[in-house]
């Protein structure tokens, strides 16, 4: 065993089936975000912001896009002499083939690369949150209280406090209690499915769990109470920042209009904690001569000739004359052809709206979705 | 192009660009947003399927270094062939100061030497376009010249191409020799000054001279042997622009503004690749107005911006007017600074309520790292 070495394995298999025709192509960390990142992105880069350089990526769901991205993960600095970035699809052995029945199990059916790598923690992420943290200082905080399990939590709006897996601590972090999605919270720190364990107990009940008929294999519901059950040291890493999840097509397009407020507390333009992303090499943005853009980010290679009011564009996109978009986002690829009126709209990928259209109101809370064939309107 | 060997040589004259070029070759000049001069040949050259090239890189470089590293946004950083890059070197042994490249070129002959490739494909930096050069490559095997020059017939009303070379033809549209263009003719041949040859004809050229001592520079070589080589020249009919005086490298990024010659520099014939930096999207606030302008990302702009190109990670505060300026990396522009016919180096910081009026023929420059404050303001 290395001490002190933590490795990051990154759950990256999910659907995420509440963003519709935004995950029909591709899986839940592929989805872009931000202008021109990918969700992947942020926990990879936090991955290489806080100097760990292994990490294994547990693909499932759609991986072609994801595998694509990665690559060998250049764009993060994680293509390593040794370790660095590893995409770990499930696969078949002589007693056949099978899916990753859950989270546990995805890292139960990885154990032989964790135990190559010989680390003495393993951190768990999710490939499905918009956040800058640094995991070293989370580290610290489970060597210096000696745990067994460290669980990274945020505190919540309490009218949110339904919809998470909540923890209940004493005054030294300890857990108390796992509260999961309670109609009366006893607190609001939920749990961001951030995990340090030490590899050497955990191993044992991933191997242990796997033998159980009729398990679930997953982190939150089988494996962590079955720790804390038997008496294993579990605390909570508070963090403060910055933290969403973009699990519907509503949270999707405001974590994206976040970007524009001025007292966003994601600072992408921080430039001790850049989040990185493959790039594609496009020359920079023309804004032509009529072209009106307020409170809006803009990507490389797009042309801007119409009207944008807070709007998130990504790359190599073609707004046209007299077009005016309000509050939406734009993936890449995209022409928004003459006199075209949007607002509070998710345009996806390489669709062209043709001149004249109009989506949405101003005056209206509903969100709408535009894909090549067809618009989905959600609240 | 499996077969041709690139060679780059960063030789151009820093002298026209002032501060500018104070710690930067010429090659190195920031450009259109977000590039250097030298990533067009380069990036001609990879997209064109050279994959060994070597960087004659000048004395300051530092700068080079920087920019190209490994090669990697080039695709160069290979374990066969990829980016080589010859720094000068000094012979204390020898009484006479050598001045031009080819002694340069002698004293790495190896490079090329053991080079797999049998052709070679030489070029300066300072011509700005998009050339596909397989096509270029293919008529000069074609025709089984020993040399082959690259040129485009220009037609220079505003002089831009004084002091570049100059193709002259015979009566019969035969080649003839390679001048110097002064602006006599409205109409005329230019030079790009990209060569193909023939590795046993570049060897002979630089044995010869280094034997006779009748030249410096290798271009000199060639035009003391053309009747030596067979020498065919290859058309080049689409856009170029020339960085060899201020006034030139000013109007080549403002030119970027027509899109269609945008389109062609940056689409025609594969992309240009430039180091990359992370930044993330520009962010236009509240009080942004933009009105033809080239924008880089990772810029965060609050103030009026018109006919300019602004270089990645620059700050615009509310109540700025820019017109007509060229601001690059990383500058601050506080608020109320009032600036037109303006270049600003890298890292420039512009303080509150300055104003800094250039004119066309002349712009302002701001050099590299300058603060610069409203008298009065310390």
């Given at each position: 065993m290395k001490e002190g070495k933590m490795i990051a394995m990154l759950l990256a298999g999910g659907q995420g089936s509440r963003l519709k025709l935004l995950t029909q192509e591709v899986a839940k960390p592929a989805v872009p975000f931000g202008g021109k990142y990918r969700i992947i992105d942020f926990p990879l880069s936090n991955c290489s912001n806080s100097n760990i350089?292994?990490?294994?990526?547990?693909?499932?769901?759609?991986?072609?896009?994801?595998?694509?991205?990665?690559?060998?993960?250049?764009?993060?600095d994680l293509d390593r002499r040794s370790g660095g970035v590893r995409v770990l699809p499930p696969y078949t052995s002589e007693l056949g083939g099978r899916w990753y029945k859950g989270t546990a199990n995805a890292i139960y059916e990885n154990i032989s690369f964790i135990d190559e790598l010989d680390p003495e923690y393993v951190l768990i992420l999710s490939g499905d949150h918009i956040y800058k943290m640094d995991y070293s200082k989370m580290l610290d905080f489970h060597i210096q209280k000696k745990a067994d399990i460290t669980i990274s939590v945020v505190g919540v709006p309490w009218d949110e406090t339904h919809r998470f897996g909540i923890l209940n601590i004493d005054e030294n972090n300890f857990i108390t209690e796992f509260d999961e999605k309670p109609k009366h919270a006893k607190s609001n720190l939920a749990s961001m499915g951030i995990y340090i364990f030490n590899w050497k107990a955990l191993r044992s009940y991933l191997v242990a769990e796997e033998k159980k008929a009729g398990s679930a294999n997953d982190f939150g519901k089988d494996i962590i109470p079955q720790m804390k059950l038997d008496g294993k040291k579990t605390f909570a890493y508070e963090f403060e920042g910055y933290w969403k999840d973009?699990?519907?097509?509503?949270?999707?397009?405001?974590?994206?209009?976040?970007?524009?407020?001025?007292?966003?507390?994601?600072?992408?333009?921080?430039?001790?904690?850049?989040?990185?992303?493959?790039?594609?090499?496009?020359?920079?943005?023309?804004?032509?001569?009529?072209?009106?853009?307020?409170?809006?980010?803009?990507?490389?290679?797009?042309?801007?000739?119409?009207?944008?009011?807070?709007?998130?564009?990504?790359?190599?996109?073609?707004?046209?004359?007299?077009?005016?978009?309000?509050?939406?986002?734009?993936?890449?690829?995209?022409?928004?052809?003459?006199?075209?009126?949007?607002?509070?709209?998710?345009?996806?990928?390489?669709?062209?709206?043709?001149?004249?259209?109009?989506?949405?109101?101003?005056?209206?809370?509903?969100?709408?979705?535009?894909?090549?064939?067809?618009?989905?309107?959600?609240? | 192009m499996k077969n041709c060997l690139g060679i780059i040589n960063l030789s151009e004259v820093d002298s026209p660009f002032g501060v500018l070029c104070q710690n930067r070759p010429a090659s190195m000049l920031p450009f259109a947003g977000r590039y250097r001069v030298i990533d067009f040949t380069l990036s001609n050259m990879v997209n064109s399927g050279i994959n060994n090239i070597g960087v004659f890189t000048g004395n300051k470089v530092r700068s080079v270094m920087d920019h190209l590293g490994s090669g990697q946004p080039w695709d160069l950083d290979r374990k066969i062939n990829g980016l080589f890059l010859f720094t000068p070197t000094y012979d204390y042994t020898s009484i006479n100061a050598k001045v031009g490249d080819l002694d340069l070129f002698f004293q790495n002959k190896s490079f090329v030497k053991n080079a797999k490739q049998e052709n070679i494909f030489l070029a300066k930096t300072y011509m700005i376009a998009n050339i596909d050069l397989k096509e270029a490559y293919q008529e000069f095997l074609d025709t089984g010249a020993d040399i082959g020059i690259i040129y485009k017939k220009v037609s220079d009303p505003k002089n831009r191409f004084i002091g570049c070379d100059k193709i002259n033809f015979d009566g019969k549209g035969e080649f003839e020799s390679i001048g110097t263009n002064l602006g006599m003719e409205e109409n005329f041949d230019l030079s790009l000054e990209m060569y193909f040859m023939k590795k046993n004809v570049y060897f002979d050229l630089l044995f010869d001279s280094v034997e006779r001592g009748n030249a410096n520079y290798l271009k000199q070589a060639v035009l003391n042997s053309l009747n030596k080589y067979k020498v065919h020249t290859i058309e080049f009919t689409g856009y170029v622009s020339c960085i060899n005086t201020l006034r030139n490298y000013f109007d080549a990024n403002m030119a970027i503004l027509n899109q269609e010659i945008s389109n062609e520099l940056f689409f025609e014939h594969g992309q240009i690749f430039t180091k990359v930096k992370d930044e993330p999207s520009t962010h236009y606030k509240k009080n942004a107005r933009i009105k033809n302008s080239f924008v880089a990302n990772g810029c965060q702009i609050d103030g009026y911006v018109e006919n300019s190109i602004i270089f990645r990670g620059v700050k615009v505060e509310k109540g700025c007017i820019i017109r007509n300026s060229i601001v690059m990396q990383k500058t601050h522009i506080d608020e109320n600074v009032h600036l037109n016919y303006t270049i600003l180096d890298k890292r420039t910081t512009i303080n509150k309520g300055v104003t800094l009026i250039g004119d066309p023929s002349l712009p302002y420059i701001g050099g590299k790292k300058a603060v610069i404050s409203k008298e009065g303001d310390i």
């Open positions: 350089f292994d990490v294994g990526i547990l693909t499932q769901y759609k991986p072609y896009q994801l595998n694509s991205h990665i690559g060998i993960g250049s764009a993060w973009v699990g519907t097509v509503k949270s999707y397009w405001e974590a994206n209009m976040d970007l524009l407020s001025d007292d966003n507390e994601l600072d992408l333009y921080d430039s001790n904690w850049k989040i990185y992303t493959k790039n594609k090499h496009l020359p920079p943005q023309y804004i032509a001569c009529g072209a009106s853009v307020t409170n809006s980010l803009i990507n490389e290679g797009c042309t801007v000739e119409g009207h944008l009011e807070s709007c998130v564009l990504f790359n190599e996109i073609l707004i046209k004359k007299e077009a005016k978009v309000f509050n939406t986002v734009i993936l890449s690829g995209v022409t928004i052809e003459e006199d075209c009126e949007i607002h509070n709209a998710v345009i996806m990928e390489d669709v062209t709206v043709k001149a004249g259209t109009v989506i949405g109101s101003p005056d209206s809370n509903i969100i709408y979705l535009v894909s090549k064939n067809k618009i989905i309107e959600t609240e | -």
